[in-house]
């Protein structure tokens, strides 16, 4: 099997695009494919203009963004978040599964600061 090469600006270009069109993150009880199941079907909380880095290094063999700590997540539903998604205005970006389960009430929710990698091709 060949071995693959991309460069880090492609793979930065793809990362990019999360930190630059990103406008909500949404904590949802389950894996979304739609924008309507994001901020609807499946929503239990949002945060509006989550703080995301800039493209660089992962430390390994590939490139990241990092989505700051959120502290001020504001609750819609009470319930057990296992995904978050990432979208536009109207459109979902990304959506996957938190590290561990948050059950939230009401109120806020916080999350720790996570990453998104893009790892080189192998």
């Known amino acids: 099997m ?7 600006a492609a793979l930065d270009a793809e990362l990019q695009y999360i930190d630059t069109n990103v406008t909500q ?3 949802d009880s389950a894996l979304c494919a739609t924008y309507a199941e994001a901020n609807a079907t499946y929503k239990l909380g949002h945060k509006t203009t989550p703080v995301i880095s800039v ?3 992962d430390g390994t063999a590939g490139r990241k ?3 700051s700590a ?9 319930g057990d978040a296992t995904h978050i ?5 109207d459109t979902l970006i990304a959506s996957y599964p938190l590290n561990a389960l948050v059950a939230v009430a009401s109120g806020v929710f ?3 600061e996570h990453d998104i990698n893009n790892p080189d091709p192998a």
């Open 2 to 8: 060949a071995t693959n090469y991309l460069i880090n």
């Open 25 to 27: 993150l949404f904590i």
């Open 55 to 57: 493209p660089g290094d």
């Open 65 to 67: 963004v990092t989505i």
């Open 70 to 78: 959120i502290t001020d997540g504001v609750v819609d539903s009470a």
């Open 85 to 89: 998604s990432l979208c536009s205005a």
């Open 110 to 112: 916080t999350l720790t």
